[in-house]
């Protein structure tokens, strides 16, 4: 059975920082992705991270303020979310998919990937 769990997430101050996990389990994944969806909203690309060698790309309004990584060994990705604001307030989802893209044409799109985890509250207050 394949699965996703993620963990981390919860209430911060703007300008502090989150961390959130994703474990995959049940199948071997060649990307994985984070996306966001805040209140009323739709479901955003945050940033894609491969497996093999890897590569990150992100979303541009998180840029510099958040970091994802991967484990191998743990079949899990990481989010490090730093300086944090209160538009940044979502649901985060990770996703996994058993393809690899490198075109922003598809890695942001969310039926690209074929799992994704329960996903977790990110709330940032001013």
Do not use: H
């Amino acid at each position: 059975q394949v699965q996703l769990v993620e963990s981390g997430g919860g209430l911060v101050q703007a300008g502090g920082s989150l961390s959130l996990s994703c474990a995959a389990s049940g199948r071997t994944f060649s990307s994985y992705g984070w996306f966001r969806q805040p209140p009323g909203k739709e479901r955003e690309f945050v940033v894609v991270v491969r497996k093999s060698d890897g590569t990150t790309d992100y979303a541009d309004f998180v840029k510099g303020r958040f970091t994802a990584s991967r484990d191998n060994a743990k079949n899990t990705v990481y989010l490090q979310m730093n300086g944090l604001k209160p538009e940044d307030t979502a649901v985060y989802y990770c996703a996994a998919g058993v393809s690899v893209s490198y075109s922003s044409r598809y890695y942001t799109s969310p039926s690209r990937y074929d799992y994704w985890g329960q996903g977790t509250q990110v709330t940032v207050s001013s």
